[in-house]
């Protein structure tokens, strides 16, 4: 399908970096900090089996290996492929290790893992353009091709399905797929709901089931149907005592349909109250593959999410929100023992362990992270970033701040109140045990009760590590009886509350912020850090907070020059970037520029690959009042010239061109507007697709795009805060 390739590299790029385009501005010639030789495009030849090699001297591997760690070996080639076909139309394009391709002014989402495929409209002769690289130099990628179907399907390979328990009166979701393979807007029709496809798009829709499972293992079928005719979903029917149990729920973030995995325990009986241990997997692993690792327990059910695709979001953001959506699902529908959830994860899922117990301190008996990296800059330094190179902005000091959260040993003080189990091999070569050395480390210093084990043979994972007897021990036998507990957040948008009190509004957005507090009798003691307001669940009585007291008797606590207690508070919040996608979203772009459906799509295609996400693309002129009113979501617009309601459209009109904003428009509703007049900057839109914009890359309420980002990386951003007002009423 390729016959001519030709490369440009190898770069030395950051890790997770967004916006910098090593090829910005065009030159005939450039340089790497990998060796002195200019780089120029040349043709690569395929190897004797076919496949693409690319030239990299071991030696200067070896050597920025040696100078900067792994940041060292994140090695990026440009490619110019031309592509040969039988036919021209659209194809159904594989690429691991191939995250888009580019053709002419269109940009088409692939997955970079390989795990999916992506919708392009391809000619003979057309010249791909694609960027291969990644952690541990540059492997040889692959892109197959074939031949789309003629008219939209289901695209079979990527179904969300639960498992039934034999005999059982089963009601719940199913996800299905969604494909336009055409260069037209159709319709399709699930089970007399009508759902909007752009062309090469792909959508994932929730489909309710409600079915008896037949009284034996085995499976069975359900019926949905699609413009209707019948698709058959085949289902599995399975014990108590099965392997794992496959469950799904409708996500609150975008209506998706995501999925869990169960081991129940032995002699499983739904009358009984259980423990539960909340089981993060490690990148590249499914979580039902998780749940198989796992022996049955005697006292807990085992539950493991799945990071809403198996490499996932590192357990932050929309990986955090399916782990708690997951372990929330299972407490509505099993009788749980809320003093009895232990946290547990490997590898990416113990640096989910340590996000998660930092941050919510008080949901989890224990917390046992193995084989952890501690945050991703000192996992994979983030120091080859761009705009590391050019120091200090303002924007730079705040896209520090919105990392915070995520530095999780920043906030192992709320560590203080729960004990925890680091498991560690000495041979470990894919997370470095210097991670659980000096969690250990700095654990002892902040007085945590803890406990290292230590298992000097083993490497990354072995088997029983899951179940490992010394481990679960500690699990079972360690207590806290300090009298305080300790909270601090940087970020209230990821937690805001632990210990029954809930803060409302801080002082000072992105800094510490938190408390201690103590019972004293029927007294409550709090000293606070950086907060403007709080609540407390389920308490009445005096209270002494910073010095002041007084009488609580529910609603809020505002500090004005002293505390007080009010019944009704409007408590402000910054708003980010990636809150838009927190809730139900609708992507809309404008049809008054070219530009603006190609990105909706890639956006939409990339959140469904990456986010088993559902995201509806739709034209500005189907944006109605009447659209509004029926349903609550957030809106996404794309384009500088869009039609909007009323409603939407005074806000639209405020914001400045070549600008990316996000603003609240009413109770409850966000509008991401992306304003480019300049189609110049239009290529850099493309690095803030909600998938690639997280974690470390957090963006803050609103951006100022110019081209200077292609070479300066954030440096040549600028951009701050909003605010948003809420409501608090008793």
Not at 115 to 141: I, S
Not at 261 to 284: D, I
Not at 453 to 459: F, H, T
Not at 583 to 594: A, G, R
Request: proline residues 5%; glycine residues 8%; contains cysteine.
């Amino acid at each position: 399908m390729i016959d001519t390739l030709l490369i440009l590299g190898p770069f030395l790029a950051g890790v997770r970096e967004g916006f910098v385009d090593y090829t910005y501005p065009p030159l005939e010639r450039y340089r790497s900090p990998l060796s002195a030789e200019e780089l120029r495009w040349r043709v690569l030849p395929p190897d004797s089996e076919g496949r693409y090699v690319f030239p990299l001297d071991t030696s200067l591997l070896k050597a920025a290996g040696d100078e900067h760690g792994l940041a060292g070996l994140n090695i990026l080639f440009y490619v110019k492929a031309r592509v040969r076909l039988e036919t021209s139309g659209v194809y159904l394009v594989r690429g691991k290790w191939v995250g888009s391709l580019k053709v002419g002014n269109r940009r088409f989402a692939l997955n970079y893992y390989g795990d999916r495929e992506g919708l392009a409209y391809l000619r003979d002769g057309d010249t791909l353009e694609f960027r291969v690289g990644g952690l541990g130099g540059v492997r040889p990628f692959e892109l197959t091709f074939r031949k789309a179907p003629d008219t939209p399907f289901v695209y079979e390979e990527d179904l969300t399905l639960p498992d039934l328990i034999k005999g059982e009166l089963y009601r719940g979701y199913v996800g299905i797929t969604l494909a336009n393979p055409t260069l037209k807007t159709v319709s399709v029709n699930v089970n007399g709901r009508d759902y909007r496809l752009p062309p090469l798009t792909f959508l994932k829709v929730p489909v309710r089931i409600s079915l008896k499972a037949p009284a034996r293992v085995g499976s069975t079928q359900v019926s949905v149907y699609i413009n209707g005719k019948p698709h058959r979903l085949k289902l599995a029917v399975k014990t108590h005592s099965a392997d794992y149990v496959r469950r799904t729920f409708l996500s609150e973030v975008d209506s998706s349909v995501q999925y869990y995995a169960l081991k129940f325990p032995r002699g499983f009986n739904p009358r009984r109250r259980y423990g539960l241990v909340l089981s993060l997997h490690g990148a590249a692993v499914k979580a039902e593959n998780r749940c198989k690792a796992h022996e049955h327990r005697e006292r807990e059910i085992v539950v493991c999410p799945t990071n809403r695709r198996r490499w996932g979001f590192d357990w932050e953001d929309w990986g955090r929100v399916d782990a708690l959506e997951a372990l929330r699902e299972v407490r509505r529908t099993f009788r749980i023992d809320e003093r009895g959830i232990f946290l547990m994860g490997t590898s990416m899922g113990g640096h989910g362990v340590w996000h998660l117990c930092t941050s919510y301190p008080s949901l989890w008996r224990a917390c046992m992270p193995a084989a952890a990296w501690l945050s991703i800059d000192l996992y994979v330094p983030t120091h080859m970033q761009r705009y590391r190179l050019f120091g200090k902005t303002p924007f730079v000091e705040l896209q520090e701040r919105l990392y915070q959260q995520s530095r999780t040993t920043q906030l192992f003080i709320n560590l203080r109140n729960l004990p925890v189990v680091v498991l560690q091999g000495g041979k470990d070569r894919n997370v470095p045990p210097f991670h659980a050395l000096l969690a250990a480390d700095l654990l002892t210093r902040f007085g945590v009760v803890h406990r290292l084990v230590w298992r000097a043979e083993k490497g990354h994972w072995w088997d029983g590590s899951l179940d490992d007897g010394e481990m679960w021990r500690y699990a079972y036998r360690l207590k806290v009886r300090a009298e305080k507990r300790w909270f601090y957040t940087y970020d209230l948008s990821v937690s805001d509350s632990a210990f029954g009190v809930r803060i409302l509004e801080v002082e000072r957005p992105f800094y510490r912020a938190g408390f201690v507090y103590e019972k004293r009798g029927r007294t409550l003691v709090l000293k606070t850090e950086n907060v403007k307001s709080l609540a407390i669940k389920d308490f009445r009585g005096k209270v002494i907070i910073d010095g002041d007291t007084l009488r609580y008797g529910g609603g809020v606590l505002v500090k004005f020059r002293r505390w007080k207690n009010l019944n009704r508070y409007a408590y402000r919040r910054p708003v980010l970037f990636r809150d838009a996608f927190m809730k139900p979203f609708v992507i809309v772009y404008s049809t008054s520029e070219d530009w603006t459906q190609d990105l909706a799509v890639y956006y939409a295609n990339s959140w469904w690959s990456y986010a088993n996400g559902h995201a509806p693309v739709l034209p500005d002129t189907l944006l109605t009042e009447d659209v509004l009113k029926e349903r609550g979501f957030n809106i996404v617009v794309l384009g500088s010239r869009a039609k909007l309601p009323p409603l939407l459209g005074v806000f639209y009109e405020k914001v400045k061109q070549n600008r990316v904003e996000i603003v609240p428009v009413e109770e409850g509703r966000l509008m991401l507007v992306m304003k480019v007049e300049n189609v110049d900057l239009v290529p850099f839109l493309y690095s803030l697709s909600p998938t690639s914009v997280r974690s470390v890359r957090a963006m803050p309420s609103y951006i100022e795009i110019t081209e200077d980002v292609g070479v300066y990386g954030i440096f040549g951003l600028k951009g701050g805060l909003k605010m948003r007002t809420s409501i608090w009423r008793e």
